[in-house]
């Protein structure tokens, strides 16, 4: 299986693990992460980062022996977690995320983010959408527009992606899509009329030289 994963990887980018997270420790997550949303002001954007700052069960979530087991089969022995946030889609919240790679957002090294459902994730609700093996062309022109307010300032254009290779990742409560920093991807916005919850976890291979990320104040070693 551990080969299967690191192939799978290798070849399209990304890898689904179903049920790497319980229904209960998914559920436990949301919960978290509505009552830490309380207490911050995130505006339109849905993000939040820091996660793992703010509260011990997410870094205990970002060491799970199970994620970390599979994180190790693609990266290496030397995993480092360096940053978390959780991405909510509701009725405020529900446009879709545009095409684009996360590479030009920290650059130096690949990292590899873990995109884990909290919440059931289908094309109504805002599920993810990737072209499979993009990361193989590597850093691509960002230059779409990117003044509609809803952030993402580095966005591909459509007309640079090809169309008929995108694939939808539905996911089930407690599934993780582990996916390389440099494929195409995007989401649907949520039409549903229900939140959509997800946690995004980001690590790198611990034996590649990098600059201090503010964002990374929580890193460690898994």
């Known amino acids: 299986m551990s080969n299967l994963i690191k192939e799978k990887f290798a070849q399209e980018g990304y890898v689904v693990i179903n049920n790497l997270f319980s229904i209960q420790e998914a559920q436990a997550y949301n919960e978290e992460c509505k009552r830490i949303l309380e207490t911050k002001d995130v505006g339109k954007s849905g993000v939040l980062v820091g996660l793992s700052i703010l509260s011990p069960l997410f870094k205990e979530a970002a060491a799970h022996p199970r994620l970390v087991a599979s994180l190790k089969e693609i990266i290496g022995?030397?995993?480092?977690?360096?940053?978390?946030?959780?991405?909510?889609?509701?009725?405020?919240?529900?446009?879709?995320?545009?095409?684009?790679?996360?590479?030009?957002?920290?650059?130096?090294?690949?990292?590899?983010?873990?995109?884990?459902?909290?919440?059931?994730?289908?094309?109504?609700?805002?599920?993810?959408?990737?072209?499979?093996g993009s990361h193989l062309q590597g850093f691509v022109s960002h230059g779409a527009e990117a003044t509609d307010g809803n952030g993402f300032v580095n966005r591909i254009r459509t007309e640079d992606l090809d169309s008929s290779k995108i694939i939808d990742l539905e996911a089930s409560?407690?599934?993780?899509?582990?996916?390389?920093?440099l494929l195409?991807?995007?989401?649907?916005?949520?039409?549903?009329?229900?939140?959509?919850?997800?946690?995004?976890?980001?690590?790198k291979d611990g034996t590649q030289e990098d600059p201090e990320y503010e964002w990374a104040g929580a890193a460690f070693s898994v």
């Open 173 to 181: 409560q407690g599934d993780a899509i582990i996916f390389h920093d």
């Open 77 to 132: 022995d030397h995993v480092i977690f360096l940053s978390d946030k959780v991405v909510f889609k509701n009725a405020a919240t529900d446009f879709g995320s545009p095409w684009h790679q996360d590479y030009p957002y920290w650059k130096g090294s690949h990292k590899y983010s873990v995109w884990i459902a909290l919440d059931e994730a289908t094309p109504s609700n805002g599920c993810l959408r990737i072209v499979p």
């Open 184 to 203: 195409f991807h995007a989401s649907y916005p949520n039409v549903s009329g229900k939140d959509r919850w997800a946690l995004i976890s980001t690590y």
